[in-house]
């Protein structure tokens, strides 16, 4: 297993005034390399009822009015 170095934790720390305003104070980040995309969610187990795909390849997913999470498509893309 591959050993972080304090300026990759110092990337991850920049996350955190981010993660104090999400829902429900927490955030689940996955990427799936082979697929290019990045699942983000708000809350665990993550079951949307609806979902709406914007013009920049974001998957919004909803669990009733709530967004609980969002897709990113073509991840390694994007700045």
Same mark, same amino acid.
């Given at each position: 297993?591959?050993?972080?170095?304090?300026?990759? #934790?110092?990337?991850?720390?920049?996350?955190?005034? &981010?993660?104090?305003?999400?829902?429900?104070?927490? @955030?689940?980040?996955? =990427?799936?390399?082979?697929?290019?995309?990045?699942? #983000?969610?708000?809350?665990?187990?993550?079951?949307? &009822?609806?979902?709406?795909?914007?013009?920049?390849? @974001?998957?919004?997913? =909803?669990?009733?009015?709530?967004?609980?999470?969002?897709?990113?498509?073509?991840?390694?893309?994007?700045?």
């Amino acid at each position: 297993m591959a050993l972080m170095n304090m300026s990759s #934790v110092q990337e991850y720390l920049k996350l955190l005034p &981010t993660v104090k305003d999400a829902p429900q104070h927490s @955030v689940w980040l996955n =990427y799936d390399q082979e697929a290019d995309v990045m699942y #983000v969610n708000f809350q665990k187990p993550s079951v949307a &009822t609806d979902s709406e795909l914007t013009d920049d390849d @974001v998957i919004i997913r =909803y669990q009733d009015d709530e967004i609980i999470g969002f897709t990113v498509l073509h991840a390694s893309q994007r700045p």
